[in-house]
């Protein structure tokens, strides 16, 4: 009896030993996926700083645009103008002409 005492004592030692190892590579594989997590983490958050400069530069490109856009209608006021101040002063050139 003593004989299968000892054995199942054995076997059960065996078994604690395997598992012993399992939960090292149980522990080992978590530290693993916390090391990635944490990577993926900074990755993320320097992608969403990324994505604020990104929307703050299309922001200032939409200012420029938007400033550039009035300054090209208020030259396109100023040609009109001097198309017809032109206009007018080619009659006053053709009166002056006439007259002669």
């Known amino acids: 009896m003593d004989k299968e005492i000892l ?3 054995k076997n059960m030692q065996s078994d604690m030993k395997a598992m012993q190892s399992d939960i090292k590579n149980i522990k080992s594989d978590i530290n693993e996926l ?3 997590q ?3 983490y900074q990755i993320v958050k320097a992608l969403e700083h990324s994505t ?3 929307r703050a530069e299309l922001d200032k490109m939409a200012m420029d ?3 550039i856009k009035g300054d090209v209608e208020a030259l396109r006021k100023d040609m009109t103008n001097v198309e017809i101040i032109t206009s007018s002063n080619w009659n006053d050139i053709a009166k ?3 007259v002669k």
Do not use: W
């Open 7 to 9: 054995e199942i004592l």
């Open 34 to 36: 916390k090391t990635k």
């Open 38 to 40: 944490e990577e993926t």
């Open 52 to 54: 604020e400069v990104n």
């Open 65 to 67: 645009i938007a400033h």
């Open 96 to 98: 002056l002409k006439a």
